[in-house]
């Protein structure tokens, strides 16, 4: 099965720094995928990790360490538009060796000014 | 970019009644489409995975028929909830892969209400 976990909220403050962390424990472990959520809207996608190391792309950065099962997402000179959830994912080969996307439960952001 | 398109994007059905919720790739070929429930507040479960051509694959607890997913083409995946009752109110986002790229795209949810 799948375990991953996440914190439930975090609040922080205009133009500062937070990392969200995601630990996870998978079987079959292809790939580690960062979204964020606005309220009643769909995920969007920001990063995918699949090798260990930091990728980023502009205010967003995400790391990834496999044998740590352990994954975090920085944002950076946050803004009140970061205000969303955002969710961990794992694909996971699966027993039927289907892949598929398996969620965190989310993170809850609050940017306040 | 890619975009998966769902419809409808909210649906108010009788209870006992059945409804059909469309998932659509807009500019590539879905060799996979998954299928998740989203609760207030609740992070995405994932309901179902459906590959082109064969039958979809269920999670633990999710009853194949009473959510119905038909993967008929490349670009269209169906996920029918029959007999609705008023539990199975919920969001419901599809979310599509092609079989070059990692990334998964979702579609816009579909909101359902069941009275």
């Known amino acids: 099965g799948q375990n991953i976990d996440q914190p439930t909220e975090m609040t922080a403050t205009e133009g500062a720094i937070v990392q969200i962390n995601c630990t996870y424990q998978?079987?079959?472990?292809?790939?580690l995928f960062w979204y964020q959520q606005h309220a009643g809207e769909a995920p969007t996608f920001l990063s995918y990790?699949?090798?260990?190391g930091l990728e980023e792309k502009g205010r967003f950065s995400s790391f990834l360490s496999r044998s740590k099962g352990y994954s975090y997402l920085l944002l950076k000179e946050l803004q009140m538009k970061d205000s969303a959830s955002y969710l961990c994912a794992v694909r996971d080969r699966g027993n039927t060796g289907f892949q598929k996307l398996v969620f965190g439960t989310g993170t809850r952001l609050l940017v306040s000014p | 970019g890619a975009v998966v398109s769902q419809h409808p994007s909210r649906v108010i059905c009788k209870s006992g009644t059945s409804v059909k919720i469309e998932c659509r790739s807009l500019d590539f070929q879905a060799t996979t489409m998954f299928w998740y429930r989203q609760f207030p507040k609740q992070s995405l479960m994932l309901m179902a995975t459906?590959?082109?051509?064969?039958?979809?694959?269920?999670e633990q607890g999710v009853e194949k028929d009473k959510f119905l997913i038909n993967h008929a083409s490349l670009t269209l995946s169906t996920l029918t909830v029959t007999s609705a009752h008023p539990e199975d109110s919920s969001f419901y986002i599809c979310?599509?892969?092609?079989?070059?790229?990692?990334?998964?795209?979702f579609g816009e949810g579909s909101w359902l209400t069941v009275v």
């Open positions: 990790n699949v090798l260990d």
């Open positions: 459906s590959n082109e051509g064969s039958k979809a694959t269920y």
């Open positions: 979310s599509a892969r092609m079989s070059t790229s990692p990334t998964i795209y």
């Open positions: 998978t079987s079959g472990f292809n790939g």
